[in-house]
């Protein structure tokens, strides 16, 4: 869902901002290796990342460790000097993530991380609202290899960030038959819905209750309704996607995809640089029920409080 860009700069510090989180939710049947990968990214994120023992890197990161955030330098030595200057290692090294993730979860060699931020209400400083981000995470040869999340590119900060490791079309999952059919009533809200404008169609895959996390869409179907009517002009139905998915895959009920956009440098607005975009939709008895993006609260027009 492309629904109001994230207007603040997400420093590639909030990979260790572990913020208030909810209820863990985990995808359905994983095999056991995926569980294994699971566990070894939520064992690295707790040694490496919380607790600050970077001299842990090499048991979990390949070498040649591939970042996209374009803040953070890419290889794992990069990794090593830039989260080594953000604090001394945490003796002795907790048991548990001090907040783990609201969704977890693992498909063939890729790992996905779903956190809940709190952040200030920009329409009332006052106020605080949530929202969510991610990391995605790829295992090869039993380390983690590459990593993926939607970072915005500091104004005068470094250039980081490198080429996808991953042919992303040659990618391929076992999913289950369910698997398949939730892909399929996912497509329908972010291709025809969201994409070509076909809010009559919610009815047929959006529960009524449907939960909604991006801070500037209304929860609720009928509302959800409401609100794309007046943002999206029907146009004809295609085969194709107007913006295809980067990469798309489900575990049990939920049904993630990163898109890669172009963003403009701060720097210079002529060039641009990449961040992964995510969205992701929770399928139960084949409706949608529950949706996530990397949406952070649009600030409101010059002049105008909050009503």
Not at 243 to 259: C, D, E, H, Q, R
Not at 265 to 284: C, E, I, L, Q, S
Request: hydrophobic share 40%; glycine share 6%.
């Amino acid at each position: 869902m492309k629904v109001a860009t994230m207007k603040g700069i997400t420093c590639a510090v909030a990979l260790v901002m572990l913020a208030g989180a909810a209820l863990l939710a985990e995808a359905g049947p994983m095999t056991a290796k995926e569980r294994a990968n699971l566990a070894f990214v939520l064992d690295w994120w707790r040694e490496v990342l919380q607790a600050r023992h970077l001299d842990l890197a090499p048991k979990y990161q390949a070498e040649n460790y591939i970042q996209h955030n374009v803040n953070v330098p890419t290889g794992r030595a990069g990794f090593v000097q830039f989260f080594g200057r953000l604090g001394a290692p945490v003796n002795p090294i907790p048991d548990k993530l001090a907040n783990p993730p609201v969704v977890q979860f693992a498909k063939g060699d890729f790992v996905v991380l779903v956190w809940e931020r709190e952040g200030k209400d920009p329409a009332d400083p006052s106020k605080m609202y949530k929202y969510n981000t991610y990391d995605m995470l790829r295992i090869e040869k039993g380390k983690v290899q590459e990593h993926w999340d939607y970072a915005q590119k500091m104004k005068g900060g470094p250039t980081g960030g490198a080429p996808d490791g991953t042919d992303y079309d040659a990618v391929k999952f076992n999913f289950s038959a369910q698997e398949k059919k939730n892909i399929e009533i996912a497509t329908v809200e972010f291709k025809d819905i969201l994409q070509y404008g076909h809010v009559e169609l919610a009815e047929k895959v959006m529960a009524p209750n449907y939960i909604q996390h991006n801070p500037n869409v209304p929860t609720g179907r009928a509302a959800f309704v409401e609100f794309f009517s007046r943002i999206r002009k029907p146009e004809p139905l295609q085969a194709g996607w107007k913006t295809k998915p980067t990469l798309m895959f489900a575990s049990g009920s939920y049904v993630f995809l990163i898109v890669k956009r172009a963003e403009k440098d701060p720097d210079d607005p002529a060039k641009t640089y990449p961040a992964y975009w995510f969205d992701m939709v929770r399928v139960d008895n084949n409706m949608i029920q529950e949706h996530w993006d990397a949406a952070t609260k649009t600030a409101p027009p010059a002049g105008r409080g909050a009503h």
